[in-house]
């Protein structure tokens, strides 16, 4: 491959949509999966869309992420991370663990302590080619736990858990799901949920 | 019971026809619309995760147009023999209904009888406690009046030594020979005495 220099140069106007303007937020349901289960042989993106999405056989599957309330996944964000060679981006997911237990313990926050992920949100705000309403975050280098609290009278968490996911230095700034139409992306997203064949 | 599926697609992929809005994931896709798919798109058999093993000549098929479609009596037939085959269900699951239903009332049955021989055992030891309790009650009375009679027997015995020895004792001051025994006294001397 022959050396290359990126060409950041801009190519759109700025400015919102007066029909379809910017909303902020995210609804309660999201999608998690492991970094590693991720076929990505079969990953199809195009620019910063993806739109084919499968994991790897031997039973590995998605789990839903439901976080309750008006606000969900707050503290959700991406910053500009500078460097020396390209400015990259953090992207941060926080989330909401209502529950506790042996069980919690030991299959959802001792994974997430140690564990490399990606997160697929879905944004109030769908965009006017709807292509922005499902947002992956850590596709590019996994996200990470940078911080897992539990406070027993935290009216937060309800003395649940908080957690923190970061994808450090992602090239991109956003990347997203989207599969020819809304319904067909949810459907193709809900039947991550399934566990693949034990080949 | 619904049709196993032939051709099942990966989890996380989307069949949609080109052209149509409608679209298939995991094992909602028909036969005829992944063949008609893989007919266009024969690379694509990647999405699919389930897939029979003559998917090509079944494509091949499809496309040539010589997939055969079951005719009204074929369907017919397919559906009295599924019915029939249903009925039959039905009535194995009618038997062992009955089956089962016998075999609780069996159940029932041998239950009350246990409890029935259980209250037998608990009069019956009833019974023996009662019966030892009298026996014991008996015993004791009975050690009571040997031991009353063994103090009778001593108290004779007590008294019989000491009427022997009394006896012994009068026996050595024996009355003179010449005297007579004084004779009783008759009615004529104790009534002359009398006056």
Known sequence: MPAELCDFKLAQDIGGSCANPQVPGMKNTGYIMNFDDIDWDALTKTDNVVSALTLLTGGKKAYKVVVPGSTPFTGTQTALATSTYRNKFNKTVSLVVLNSGPDVAKNIIDPLANGRYVVILENKFQGTDKKNTFEIFGLETGLTATEITNEKYSEETDGGWAVTLQEANAPSSGIFYYNTSIAASRTALESLLTATANQ | ?195
Request: proline fraction near 5%; include cysteine; hydrophobic fraction near 35%.
């Open chain 2, 1 to 195: 019971m619904p049709k196993k599926a032939n051709y099942v697609l990966k989890p996380g992929i989307v069949l949609q026809e080109p052209g149509k809005n409608k679209f298939y994931a995991l094992n909602n896709c028909p036969d005829e619309v992944a063949e008609r798919y893989l007919a266009k798109f024969p690379q694509h058999i990647s999405m699919f995760e389930v897939y029979p093993t003559d998917w090509e000549s079944r494509v091949k098929a499809r496309k040539e147009g010589t997939v055969s479609v079951p005719t009204y009596d074929e369907l017919k037939a397919e559906v009295e023999k599924l019915t029939a085959e249903a009925e039959g269900k039905d009535g194995e699951i009618t038997a062992l209904t009955e089956q089962v239903n016998t075999m609780k009332a069996d159940l029932e049955a041998a239950k009350d009888e246990a409890d029935a021989l259980r209250k037998e055992v608990v009069a019956a030891t009833d019974t023996v406690e009662k019966g030892k309790d009298e026996a014991q009650a008996e015993v004791k009375a009975l050690h009571k009046e040997n031991d009353e009679l063994k103090a009778e027997v001593e108290r004779l015995t007590a008294a019989l030594e000491k009427a022997l020895k009394a006896k012994a004792g009068k026996g050595t001051k024996e009355a003179p020979k010449d005297e007579a025994p004084k004779e009783a006294p008759t009615a004529e001397t104790s009534t002359e005495e009398g006056k």
